[in-house]
């Protein structure tokens, strides 16, 4: 006889249902059944009362996929045009408010900016937030009150902790170019902290056809970091190109913003400026429909991750 019988149970607690299926199993592998026991809750009440020939198998029911999603097309984004500023904002900023778009997670900002020739953005202050610029054409000088000034450029990474407060001022250093960047606000896990500034360059870290990370919580991680359980990473991708990715934490959410091109992830079509989260996931896929290039922002979902 080579007869396979499966029995699927919640898990092996007290219960007269559990007991049954134990001593029907026994029962049943000495009669030279194939048995197995599917579990969706490791519990092992039970266990050692299951013969040694039953193979059980459990799983956790959190472990099952129940992807859940928000799609946010560029056009939906809010904008402000002030002459010499031209803003797109994904989630709620200045005169922009939408209550059902003010942040994903602790990911707070996301705002696409072009800055006229020779201007920018006064010293102004910011306190408990983490602050990443992702320059895409152009060069931005960046000057704040502690000490820095320094230039960044598409292929460049800035972080800057603002902690117990700091002051900066950020301007187009060309007279002839528009400078074009990525403002980037995330709520910190920790308040309070000493102000920090980093910047890096990405290009000998950069991959063709995958992503490679630019941003961790981790110091001795590749890219700069942050005070939060936060991973970016970039893609540069050729027409046709796959990849997929594996969320770092449970609890995280991706926020994926299309800087070029278009592209799916988990059959989602996207396109330029186009942006897509999704959680409640241990991972997902992407293709590539034509040449592009895609950040994706890894985040804790939950606001109480916020520092406090």
């Given at each position: 006889?080579?007869?396979?019988?499966?029995?699927?149970?919640?898990?092996?607690?007290?219960?007269?249902?559990?007991?049954?299926?134990?001593?029907?199993?026994?029962?049943?592998?000495?009669?030279?059944?194939?048995?197995?026991?599917?579990?969706?809750?490791?519990?092992?009440?039970?266990?050692?009362?299951?013969?040694?020939?039953?193979?059980?198998?459990?799983?956790?029911?959190?472990?099952?996929?129940?992807?859940?999603?928000?799609?946010?097309?560029?056009?939906?984004?809010?904008?402000?045009?002030?002459?010499?500023?031209?803003?797109?904002?994904?989630?709620?900023?200045?005169?922009?408010?939408?209550?059902?778009?003010?942040?994903?997670?602790?990911?707070?900002?996301?705002?696409?900016?072009?800055?006229?020739?020779?201007?920018?953005?006064?010293?102004?202050?910011?306190?408990?937030?983490?602050?990443i610029s992702i320059p895409l054409e152009g060069?931005?000088?960046?000057?704040?009150?502690?000490?820095?000034?320094?230039?960044?450029?598409?292929?460049?990474?800035?972080?800057?902790?603002?902690?117990?407060?700091?002051?900066?001022?950020?301007?187009?250093?060309?007279?002839?170019?528009?400078?074009?960047?990525?403002?980037?606000?995330?709520?910190?896990?920790?308040?309070?902290?000493?102000?920090?500034?980093d910047q890096i360059s990405i290009r000998e870290?950069?991959?063709?056809?995958?992503?490679?990370?630019?941003?961790?919580?981790?110091?001795?991680?590749?890219?700069?970091?942050?005070?939060?359980?936060?991973?970016?990473?970039?893609?540069?991708?050729?027409?046709?190109?796959?990849?997929?990715?594996?969320?770092?934490?449970?609890?995280?959410?991706?926020?994926?913003?299309?800087?070029?091109?278009?592209?799916?992830?988990?059959?989602?079509?996207?396109?330029?400026?186009?942006?897509?989260?999704?959680?409640?996931?241990?991972?997902?896929?992407?293709?590539?429909?034509?040449?592009?290039?895609?950040?994706?922002?890894?985040?804790?979902?939950?606001?109480?991750?916020?520092?406090?």
């Amino acid at each position: 006889m080579n007869k396979k019988i499966v029995f699927f149970l919640y898990d092996l607690s007290l219960g007269g249902a559990e007991k049954v299926v134990v001593r029907l199993s026994n029962y049943l592998v000495n009669k030279g059944y194939q048995i197995e026991i599917l579990l969706v809750n490791k519990n092992n009440v039970f266990i050692d009362e299951i013969d040694q020939r039953i193979k059980v198998t459990s799983f956790n029911l959190k472990k099952i996929d129940t992807m859940k999603s928000v799609l946010h097309k560029a056009a939906t984004r809010g904008h402000a045009d002030h002459g010499w500023l031209n803003s797109h904002h994904t989630f709620s900023f200045a005169g922009y408010h939408d209550p059902e778009r003010t942040h994903f997670g602790v990911l707070r900002v996301l705002n696409d900016d072009q800055v006229a020739p020779g201007r920018g953005f006064g010293t102004h202050p910011h306190d408990n937030m983490e602050i990443i610029s992702i320059p895409l054409e152009g060069d931005l000088e960046h000057k704040d009150s502690m000490g820095n000034t320094t230039t960044i450029k598409e292929g460049d990474v800035q972080v800057m902790s603002a902690g117990t407060g700091v002051q900066h001022s950020e301007y187009n250093k060309n007279s002839d170019q528009e400078v074009k960047f990525l403002q980037i606000w995330v709520f910190p896990n920790k308040r309070n902290v000493e102000p920090r500034y980093d910047q890096i360059s990405i290009r000998e870290i950069e991959k063709k056809n995958a992503f490679y990370q630019v941003l961790s919580p981790s110091s001795e991680d590749e890219g700069v970091w942050i005070h939060q359980d936060a991973w970016f990473h970039l893609g540069k991708f050729e027409e046709g190109k796959t990849d997929s990715y594996q969320i770092k934490k449970e609890g995280n959410g991706v926020y994926a913003f299309v800087l070029e091109g278009e592209v799916e992830i988990n059959g989602q079509k996207l396109e330029k400026r186009d942006g897509f989260g999704i959680w409640d996931t241990n991972s997902f896929d992407f293709k590539s429909n034509t040449d592009s290039r895609v950040l994706l922002m890894e985040v804790p979902m939950s606001l109480d991750k916020i520092g406090r």
